[in-house]
């Protein structure tokens, strides 16, 4: 049966309790342990699914269909170990389980509790699977004190007083402020939300604490003290100049050992680093900078794009090149000239996105890298974007469209290149869908098989003719366009197995010229970049010598 480790956060939100999560990860990896990690999110929507991006940042999808929370991404990107359905859950989830259940008849018309009903459902998800690992890692979103984690809270107090002893261990992460005026790191914060903590039955192991400086031996032994850890588990983690360092460096401080310790694992075995300094060295080893424009609508919050800056900058890694990424919002196309803010750039990439707004500006973009013979990459909307422009300004179809934006008001005519799919093939079965269907479930969502044409760009990029990615999308291209679209110079040089859905295109006459309908970014990891990020920050990195 699997070790569980649990992580909570203090003091304020957003200290990175997902990448601390995902890095113990890799360091109980690097000790020889299988691990998996899961995130509870006290929020009550069902999934981040249709929440905004402007405000949650990008849905993460698991190769099982699941609509995720971002940290999942660092989970995979640290461990290499696939995310699945069960490893997301969110009140709003296990409400409307328990409410499911209530409805049904299940609990035999008992009055229905946070305690025990709700409190038993969250314990069953934390131990979904739990004979396959040998540590399961379950961060807890939110910070402690904050309403709607009590049930979460609550429900891992339960399962680690019902597990045998030595089971699990709480690690709670928090914050140390800096006094610049007394020179001081002050533990007062980290003292109330131990208490907090304590109040309602955990007491925590591990404390892992963010500080802009090194803890001075007094304030370790004083945090020790009154949070009744020892201090040995008293960990630092200072800041970063890459999140990649975080392996390395909580390893350093002693974070990996403190967990062992905890779990009284003795002797520990011994740790293999070598993958994490490989990645620490090619980070800081970089030799020159790529500069590639990425056009987009969620250009003013960058965690919209996380798993795309993270992908881009693994490329990097690959090419030992630093990539740096500006955000341009493709609205400006609209009103101005592409050259004026593109030129100068080594490559350009359109992400995914939802919905008309900026989509013009977009289709200028493309035109503009595809004329300039400037790489390009075009993902999801990037790519439909991309087929819009061929077949508009190289197919003759002007008013090429996709059913996602609604005709201009006056426009006469509108031809449907991307259209809505309403019934697909997955595996061996048969999937429809409905206009009317819930919002966040009328998409193509999780992995898919791609056949890739021999000889094609995409095929020598791979490396193999058959693949599998993440899908996240409503719409599709329609193929009854692609031998027109073909006889422009646009190849479909992957189709889904059954030939019906265009799954990547490229144009011919052109140094880099890439559309995917599926998100590689999500299966990009830094010790084992995506190819087609590899191989287009490499067309950058070529580009970035001619001109
Ligand atoms: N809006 C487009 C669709 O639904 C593209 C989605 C995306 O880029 N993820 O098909």
Request: hydrophobic share 40%; aromatic share 8%.
């Amino acid at each position: 049966m699997a070790r569980f480790v649990f992580v909570t956060g203090g003091v304020v939100s957003s200290l990175g309790k997902g990448l601390a999560s995902a890095a113990l990860g890799a360091l109980l990896q690097a000790r020889g342990y299988t691990v998996r990690l899961r995130k509870l999110d006290p929020y009550l929507n069902v999934d981040p699914g249709t929440m905004s991006p402007f405000e949650h940042g990008e849905v993460f999808v698991t190769d099982d269909g699941a609509e995720t929370d971002l940290d999942l991404g660092h989970y995979e990107r640290f461990t290499g170990v696939a995310a699945r359905r069960t490893d997301s859950i969110s009140s709003g989830k296990i409400y409307s389980t328990v409410l499911e259940k209530e409805r049904r008849g299940d609990y035999l018309g008992k009055t229905i509790q946070v305690i025990p009903h709700v409190t038993d459902e969250i314990k069953q998800f934390i131990a979904i699977g739990e004979n396959e690992v040998d540590f399961m890692l379950c961060e807890i979103g939110g910070t402690v004190g904050d309403i709607e984690g009590l049930p979460f809270f609550e429900a891992i107090r339960q399962f680690s007083q019902e597990q045998g002893s030595g089971q699990c261990i709480f690690m709670h992460l928090t914050l140390l402020p800096f006094i610049a005026a007394s020179g001081e790191l002050k533990t007062k914060p980290t003292q109330h939300s131990v208490k907090e903590l304590r109040a309602i039955g955990i007491a925590p192991d591990i404390l892992l604490c963010r500080s802009e400086i090194e803890i001075p031996e007094k304030e370790r032994q004083k945090l020790a003290l009154f949070c009744n850890v020892r201090s040995e588990a008293v960990i630092a983690a200072p800041d970063l100049t890459t999140i990649y360092d975080a392996p390395l460096d909580y390893h350093h401080e002693g974070l990996d050992q403190a967990v062992l310790n905890a779990f009284q694992i003795s002797p520990a075995p011994r740790p293999d680093l070598s993958r994490w300094k490989d990645v620490s060295e090619r980070f800081h080893k970089a030799e020159g900078e790529i500069r590639i424009a990425v056009v987009g609508k969620y250009t003013t919050m960058e965690d919209s794009y996380k798993s795309i800056v993270e992908a881009l900058a693994h490329g990097g890694m690959a090419n030992r090149v630093r990539v740096s990424i500006e955000w341009i919002d493709a609205e400006i196309f609209e009103r101005e000239e592409p050259a004026l803010h593109l030129a100068g750039f080594h490559a350009i990439l359109i992400p995914g996105g939802f919905g008309e707004r900026g989509t013009e500006g977009m289709i200028k973009a493309v035109e503009f890298a595809r004329k300039r013979k400037v790489p390009y990459f075009g993902i999801c909307l990037g790519m439909q974007m991309a087929v819009l422009e061929v077949a508009r300004n190289a197919a003759g179809f002007q008013d090429a469209v996709s059913e996602e934006f609604i005709p201009q008001e006056g426009s006469k005519s509108a031809t449907y290149i991307i259209f809505h799919l309403k019934e697909w093939i997955q595996g061996n079965n048969k999937i429809e869908r409905h206009l009317g269907d819930d919002k966040g479930g009328t998409m193509r969502l999780g992995s898919y098989r791609a056949i890739l044409a021999k000889g094609s760009k995409v095929a020598r990029v791979y490396g193999q003719t058959q693949i599998d990615e993440r899908h996240r999308h409503r719409y599709e291209v329609d193929r009854e366009y692609c031998p027109q679209l073909e006889k422009t110079g646009l190849c479909f040089s992957g189709m889904s197995p059954d030939g019906r859905l265009p799954e990547i295109v490229e144009w011919r006459d052109h140094p880099w010229f890439i559309g995917v309908q599926f998100h590689p970014e999500l299966k990009s990891k830094p010790f084992q970049p995506h190819p087609l990020f590899a191989d287009f920050v490499r067309a950058a990195l070529e580009n970035s010598r001619l001109v």
